[in-house]
C-alpha cells in the first residue's frame, strides 16, 4: 500500500493539472453535517496530494493546513498553493498538536490509512465537538459510456474494478453519508491523463499503459466527435462528530 500511495510522486504534476475538483454543494454539505461553518475553522486536510481539496477549502475561508508525506505531491502543493501551510506527514501519524482542529478531512485519501492507527489519531487532534470528513469521488456507473469504460478496466486488470476495500472506520461514531452528483467537460486527452493518473496504471508500468490508452482512445474519440468529454461523477461523503 505503501509503494502504491508513493506511485502518485512521479506523476504529480500531472495530477494536479487532470485530477477533478470539487463542486460547492459538497462543501455546503461538509459544513452542514459538520455542524459550522468552513469560514474560520481550523481544518487539517490529510493525504492533501497537490491540494485540489486543501485550496477549495481554503476558498471557502477555513484555516485549513495540509498534511502530505509525498515528496513530489508536496512540491506540487507548494508551488500551486504556497500561501496554505503544509506538513509532511500522514493519517497514521498526524504531526498536528492535540484538540487543535475543528475538522478533518480525508478527500480520495482515507483507503491509504491503517485504521487502527489513524481512528486514534483523529480522535487526539480533534477538539470535543469537532467532524471527520472522509470523501471519495468516482465516476458515475449510471452513464453508459462510463459503464463501458468500467467493464474495459476491469477486463483489462483482470479483476473487478469497485470499492469494496474503502471502509469507514469504527469507533468514531456514526457516520452520516451524503451522495453529490456533479459533471465536468475536458477535452478527450485532458480526460484520459486523468485516467493514467490513477495507482492502477502507476504500477502498471508505461508499455501496459500505452497499450491501454490506444485502444481507449479509438473507443471514445467516435462517442465525443467534437474532442470534449462530459466526466459524470458521485461523490460519497462520509461524516461524523466526536
Do not use: C
Amino acid at each position: 500500500m505503501t509503494t502504491r500511495a508513493r506511485s502518485f510522486d512521479a506523476v504529480a504534476a500531472s495530477y494536479a493539472a487532470h485530477r477533478p475538483g470539487y463542486p460547492p454543494a459538497l462543501f455546503d454539505a461538509v459544513e452542514e453535517l459538520a455542524g459550522r461553518p468552513l469560514a474560520g475553522a481550523r481544518v487539517a486536510d490529510v493525504g492533501a496530494g497537490t491540494g485540489i481539496a486543501t485550496a477549495l477549502l481554503h476558498e471557502r475561508g477555513a484555516e485549513v493546513v495540509a498534511v502530505e508525506p509525498g515528496d513530489g505531491m508536496a512540491a506540487q502543493l507548494r508551488r500551486a498553493h504556497p500561501g496554505i501551510p503544509i506538513v509532511r506527514g500522514d493519517g497514521d501519524r498526524l504531526p498536528l498538536a492535540t484538540g487543535a482542529f475543528d475538522l478533518l478531512t480525508y478527500a480520495q485519501a482515507w483507503h491509504w490509512t491503517d485504521p487502527a492507527r489513524s481512528v486514534p489519531e483523529a480522535r487526539r487532534v480533534l477538539r470535543p465537538g469537532g467532524a471527520l470528513a472522509i470523501w471519495w469521488n468516482d465516476a458515475d456507473p449510471t452513464v453508459p459510456w462510463i459503464a463501458e469504460q468500467e467493464a474495459r478496466l476491469a477486463d483489462f486488470f483482470g479483476a473487478k474494478q469497485g470499492t469494496g476495500f474503502r471502509t469507514l472506520p469504527h469507533g468514531l461514531g456514526g457516520f452520516t453519508t451524503r451522495s453529490v452528483r456533479w459533471s465536468r467537460h475536458v477535452p478527450l486527452d485532458a480526460h484520459l491523463a486523468n485516467l493514467a493518473s490513477h495507482s492502477a496504471f502507476l504500477m502498471l508500468g508505461e508499455a501496459g499503459t500505452r497499450a491501454y490508452f490506444a485502444a481507449e482512445r479509438e473507443k471514445l474519440a467516435p462517442l465525443f466527435p467534437d474532442g470534449t468529454v462530459e466526466e459524470s461523477y458521485v461523490v460519497s461523503l462520509n461524516v461524523t462528530r466526536v
